[in-house]
């Protein structure tokens, strides 16, 4: 069955430095994949589409990639900051209706100043 | 753009009782709204598939009379949690799907936080 692993459970960085995460999957050959941010008690917000025929995706201190070979996509956010402190979900969609994603488990990512 | 609210974003009720849920797309009309359900340090579990007009699409192991799913409207979707039990806290979010524009990011409620005592 279709898997996604989001290896880190929480990763902590210090402000300033580039935080990566990782998304990879398993039995699957997405068309696309996304990345949302959820914070505590609120539903996700969209940041980032990522298509297969595309390496890389950028959105200001944002940048995804996709390599389908390895089955997998980092999201980098450069010269973090506290307010960056968030739950990072990675989404592929689940086949069936359109816009029916499947979710990894997150990572919370803890910025210190 | 694209403001999906989810009411209410708390609840509290006794077992045995019945809540509803409302998800309504305020500036877009979403002829499919999805239902998860987020358990802590969990990721979003799908529950159904709303499509407006027609019967919603349960996944694998959600009880649809249950939960019951109305998709009266382009703007509307509900979900009632019908004689609710302590297991069935949890949080739960819809999401939208903008009207024509398949394969587009999903736009969330901000979810709603069941106690059932």
């Known amino acids: 069955s279709q898997k996604i692993e989001q290896n880190s459970e929480a990763l902590n960085i210090q402000e300033g430095k580039t935080a990566t995460l990782t998304c990879n999957y398993t039995?699957?050959?997405?068309?696309?994949l996304q990345w949302y941010r959820q914070d505590p008690g609120r539903g996700p917000v969209f940041l980032l589409l990522?298509?297969?025929?595309?390496k890389e995706k950028r959105k200001e201190r944002l940048k995804v990639t996709f390599d389908t070979t390895l089955k997998q996509s980092l999201f980098h956010i450069t010269a973090s900051q506290p307010a960056d402190s968030a739950t990072y979900l990675c989404?592929?969609?689940?086949?069936?209706?359109?816009?029916?994603?499947?979710f990894g488990k997150g990572t919370k990512l803890s910025v210190k100043p | 753009g694209a403001v999906v609210s989810q009411h209410p974003s708390r609840v509290i009720c006794k077992s045995g009782t019945s809540v509803k849920i409302e998800c309504r797309s305020l500036?877009?009309?979403?002829?499919?709204m999805f239902w998860y359900r987020q358990f802590p340090k969990q990721s979003l579990m799908l529950m159904a598939t709303?499509?407006?007009?027609?019967?919603?699409?349960?996944e694998q192991g959600v009880e649809k009379d249950k939960f019951l799913i109305n998709h009266a409207s382009l703007t509307l979707s509900t979900l009632t949690v019908t004689s609710a039990h302590p297991e069935d806290s949890s949080f739960y979010i819809c999401?939208?799907?903008?009207?024509?524009?398949?394969?587009?990011?999903?736009?969330f409620g901000n979810g709603t936080r069941l106690t059932v005592t």
């Open positions: 500036d877009f009309q979403a002829t499919t």
């Open positions: 990522i298509r297969e025929n595309e």
């Open positions: 999401s939208a799907l903008p009207w024509g524009l398949y394969n587009s990011p999903l736009h």
């Open positions: 709303s499509n407006e007009g027609s019967k919603a699409t349960y």
């Open positions: 039995n699957y050959s997405p068309a696309y």
């Open positions: 989404a592929l969609a689940g086949g069936g209706s359109q816009g029916n994603l499947i």
